[in-house]
């Protein structure tokens, strides 16, 4: 068991923050940060769906609504992935108290949809923290508390990559992910 517990790397480690734009990285799966529709919009939706090209909304549109906290998954057409999986953030001050728990359930989504079609690498943007008005410091927590707790029970994805567009959010994502290096040192002392 312990020899076990060595041999599995830390999930602190599953996990690589990183400035970009997502529609570069490779992965198996990229996480779009979608509306409801599914149809496409501005933002990182908006470059996803041009980078992929017009196969990913026709899949899409077959698709249909897909409710806020919930993820669909998809082809990735010409993108540096072999999926795209789209969720729905909340939009902050509109869905109110329940927006942390519907961000949560983005990240935990995305995530069950990952390991179910054997993705082994999935890069996330930051999901509602453009049009939709997230507070970066406040969603990065729940976007790395709750990889952090799916990684724990889940050998799949084996990589997390969150591709951050700013240098703000990128920064943001870096203290808090310091934060946890720093509670697991003193977990393991
Ligand atoms: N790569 C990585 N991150 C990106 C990229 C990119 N190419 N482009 C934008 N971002 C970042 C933004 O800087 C922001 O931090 O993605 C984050 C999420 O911003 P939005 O794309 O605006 O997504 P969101 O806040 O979830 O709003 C969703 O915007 O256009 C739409 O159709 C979409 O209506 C939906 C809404």
């Known amino acids: 068991m312990e020899r076990e517990r060595r041999m599995k790397p830390d999930i602190l480690d599953r996990i690589v923050i990183r400035m970009g734009d997502i529609t570069q990285v490779e992965a198996d799966a990229v996480v779009n940060a979608a509306n409801s529709t599914l149809l496409g919009g501005g933002?990182?939706?908006?470059?996803?769906?041009?980078?992929?090209?017009?196969?990913l909304l026709e899949e899409c549109r077959a698709?249909?609504?897909?409710?806020?906290?919930?993820?669909?998954?998809?082809?990735?057409?010409?993108l540096p992935a072999r999926h795209v999986i789209h969720t729905v953030g909340p939009v902050y001050g509109v869905d109110g108290e329940d927006s942390p728990r519907l961000l949560a359930s983005c990240y935990e989504n995305s995530l069950a949809l990952a390991a179910e079609n054997g993705v082994r690498t999935v890069s996330f943007p930051a999901i509602s923290c453009g049009a939709y008005g997230y507070p970066v410091r406040e969603a990065c927590r729940i976007a790395l508390d709750t990889t952090l707790r799916f990684l724990g029970s889940h050998d799949l994805p084996e990589k997390v990559i969150f591709v951050l567009y700013s240098l703000r959010d990128y920064e943001a994502y870096r203290e808090y992910y310091g934060e946890k290096r720093v509670e697991r040192e003193e977990e393991t002392e």
């Not at 908006?46 to 196969?55: F, Q």
């Open 63 to 78: 698709i249909g609504w897909c409710p806020t906290g919930e993820a669909r998954i998809t082809g990735a057409y010409n």
């Open 43 to 55: 933002g990182v939706d908006g470059m996803i769906h041009w980078a992929a090209g017009s196969g």
